[in-house]
């Protein structure tokens, strides 16, 4: 299990065999169907790069062993990372400054349902 001081990577689909075989079956069915055909009915903003597409689910299916950021991955200057070390804290969730930290709640913004789960985790922990 990927882990991280953020908590965003704990529970990350990416190389999992659900999501792997989801994006293997997505893949398999566009490649089946004549979608070359009918892309230019939907032009301009509308429109999408097919080419463009492949190559967002193959990096899915070829990126599937990030480590998370406790084991190197992630950022290489994350500033949750940074602070979590700085301040010995095993998870964000531990931080007593947690609530009114800003670098933690300006990613947490693009990420609501993560705040959930954190939540969850530090109760489950004692926290």
């Not at 301040?87 to 990420?111: F, H, K, L, T, W």
Request: one cysteine or more; charged letters at 20%; aromatic letters at 12%.
């Amino acid at each position: 299990m990927r882990e991280s001081y953020c908590g965003l990577c704990d529970q990350c689909p990416l190389g999992t065999p659900d999501f792997l075989e989801a994006l293997a079956k997505v893949k398999n069915h566009v490649n089946q169907l004549p979608v070359y055909w009918w892309t230019h009915c939907f032009p301009g903003v509308e429109g999408f790069s097919l080419p463009e597409f492949f190559k967002g689910i193959e990096w899915f299916l070829s990126h599937t062993d990030c480590p998370g950021c406790k084991e190197g991955g992630g950022l290489e200057q994350c500033p949750l990372r940074d602070c979590a070390i700085q301040r010995q804290v095993a998870q964000c969730s531990e931080c007593p400054d947690q609530e009114d930290c800003e670098r933690y709640n300006i990613i947490m913004q693009g990420y609501p349902g993560r705040m959930i789960y954190l939540h969850r985790y530090s109760i489950r922990m004692g926290l």
